[in-house]
């Protein structure tokens, strides 16, 4: 029992691990200034319907904590074996995350930038996205509540995450758009760069958790660890 402990709080470790470098590129996607990210589109346009429909004292952040909880709820319903501590950590830590790396790297001024270094700043942030979210969903601890809509589909599709990802992202866009959200160029390099990329790292954030997996095990039994070498 307290080994599975131990292993379940090593996960959580490495699910934050990954939460914090996944968002280090979300802030670099944002600082760019190239366009919302494809999940954030459709919040806008659903916060754009809520708005017109006279809800004008409901904020962009209040729609994208319901959507949110609006997934939770949904896989509760049908497979609540999807939602786990880490669900809600990144639920939790997400923003402030984000608003510290927002207030690091402000003074680099990105936003002023000549446009082919902002888009070469926008795809490394979407690399570094696409790095961090692999190792959040290999940790197996819980998912970012937009990114369990494409884990459930490829789990139960059998098809790569990477597609299903990308497949969701324009589907986000998509709607968003029609429903009266913004998106730039940033929008649809992201929405067909990070699904694809995060197929390339699935293999390498696996063998990262295995690793720090592993290293909790030798910490808590060295000697029967040694006989094996």
């Known amino acids: 029992m307290k080994k599975n402990i131990k292993e379940y709080?090593?996960?959580?470790?490495?699910l934050f691990i990954g939460l914090v470098t996944a968002h280090l590129g979300v802030t670099l996607f944002l600082l760019s200034d190239m366009g919302a990210d494809?999940?954030?589109?459709?919040i806008q346009g659903v916060h754009n319907i809520i708005v017109k429909a006279g809800a004008a004292s409901v904020t962009h952040g209040m729609v994208h904590m319901a959507v949110c909880f609006l997934i939770i709820i949904v896989l509760l319903i049908t497979d609540k074996s999807y939602i786990k501590a880490g669900t809600?950590?990144?639920m939790v830590c997400g923003g402030p995350v984000i608003d510290f790396f927002t207030w690091l790297l402000s003074g680099l001024?990105?936003?002023?930038?000549?446009?082919?270094m902002k888009i070469l700043i926008l795809v490394i942030g979407c690399v570094v996205l696409a790095f961090g979210m692999t190792i959040v969903i290999r940790s197996e601890a819980g998912t970012g509540p937009n990114d369990l809509v494409a884990v459930v589909i490829s789990d139960k599709s059998g098809k790569k995450f990477g597609i299903i990802r990308m497949i969701t992202d324009c589907v986000f866009v998509a709607a968003g758009a029609?429903?009266?959200?913004?998106?730039?160029?940033?929008?649809l390099i992201c929405?067909?760069?990070?699904?694809?990329v995060?197929?390339?790292?699935?293999?390498?954030?696996?063998?990262?958790?295995?690793h720090g997996l592993a290293l909790?095990?030798?910490?808590?039994?060295?000697?029967?660890?040694?006989?094996?070498?």
């Open 9 to 14: 709080i090593t996960r959580l470790v490495l």
């Open 38 to 42: 494809p999940f954030n589109v459709l």
């Open 88 to 90: 809600v950590v990144c």
């Open 109 to 116: 001024d990105i936003g002023s930038m000549h446009i082919a």
């Open 178 to 187: 029609a429903a009266g959200g913004k998106f730039g160029i940033g929008t």
């Open 191 to 196: 929405a067909f760069l990070v699904g694809p």
């Open 198 to 210: 995060a197929d390339i790292f699935m293999p390498v954030s696996s063998a990262i958790v295995r």
């Open 216 to 229: 909790m095990k030798t910490g808590t039994d060295d000697t029967k660890e040694t006989s094996h070498t």
